[in-house]
């Protein structure tokens, strides 16, 4: 068998259209990349399903394929419970990231992918390390590598939003969680 040719296939996590921008522009050179769109986090359903939208419609205009899962916030809600109260970047963040990540390993390892990594640390909100660190935790209890990165480095975050403009894509206001939206508006 010749592996010249051989490319992981790499399942990444995505938060949304524009943060999955820059991220798949620096992997598909790298990776076959196939999106997988999990949030349960976000609020209301009328919100996912316009992420979801701008997902779906991001990864047609780049030719990338999209897996996704159903709506359930109660899977948030339970995950979180006792941390509503937690600031905006605290545990409830943490746990909010370590739900989606095991999603995306479990469907990783099911699916045949040889890594899995995320979006979420091209946001200069979200701190690069602690989901590194959850990433690489998760990845050995699944037993698939994870790709730990800061996707913000380079100016990544200001690329997503020139793609984003580029692209005309939606730009959400918050996070994504009915508490992000507490703090956002408070």
Same mark, same amino acid.
């Given at each position: 068998?010749?592996?010249?040719? %051989?490319? *992981? ?10 943060? #999955? ?6 992997? /598909? ?5 196939? !999106?997988?769109?999990?949030?349960? +986090?976000i %609020?209301? /359903? ?7 939208? *701008? ?5 047609? !205009?780049v ?9 359930? *916030?109660?899977? %948030? ?15 409830? &963040? ?8 095991? /999603? ?6 099911? +699916? ?13 909100? /979200? +701190?690069s ?6 990433? +690489?935790?998760?990845? *050995?209890?699944?037993? !698939? ?16 939003? $020139?793609? #984003? ?5 939606? $730009?959400?206001?918050?996070?994504? &969680? $009915? %508490?992000? !939206? ?5």
């Amino acid at each position: 068998m010749n592996y010249d040719n %051989f490319v *992981e296939k790499l399942l990444l996590h995505s938060c949304c259209a524009p943060c #999955s921008t820059h991220v798949i522009e620096v992997l /598909k050179s790298q990776y076959d990349v196939t !999106i997988f769109y999990y949030n349960p +986090n976000i %609020f209301p /359903k009328d919100e996912f399903e316009k992420r979801l939208a *701008e997902q779906k419609r991001y990864a047609e !205009i780049v030719g990338v394929p999209l897996l996704t899962e159903k709506y359930d *916030e109660g899977e %948030f809600l339970q995950k979180v419970k006792g941390l509503e109260s937690e600031k905006e970047g605290g545990k409830r &963040c943490d746990a909010c990231f370590e739900l989606r990540l095991k /999603k995306t390993a479990e469907v990783a390892k099911k +699916n045949g992918f040889d890594i899995f990594a995320t979006t979420l640390s091209v946001s200069p909100y /979200k +701190n690069s390390l602690t989901i590194n660190m959850i990433g +690489n935790k998760v990845a *050995e209890g699944y037993g !698939i590598p994870f790709l730990a990165e800061s996707f913000k480095k380079k100016d990544g975050y200001l690329d997503s939003i $020139r793609l #984003s403009k580029k692209y005309d894509l939606y $730009r959400q206001n918050y996070c994504g &969680c $009915r %508490f992000s !939206i507490r703090k956002e508006n408070s």
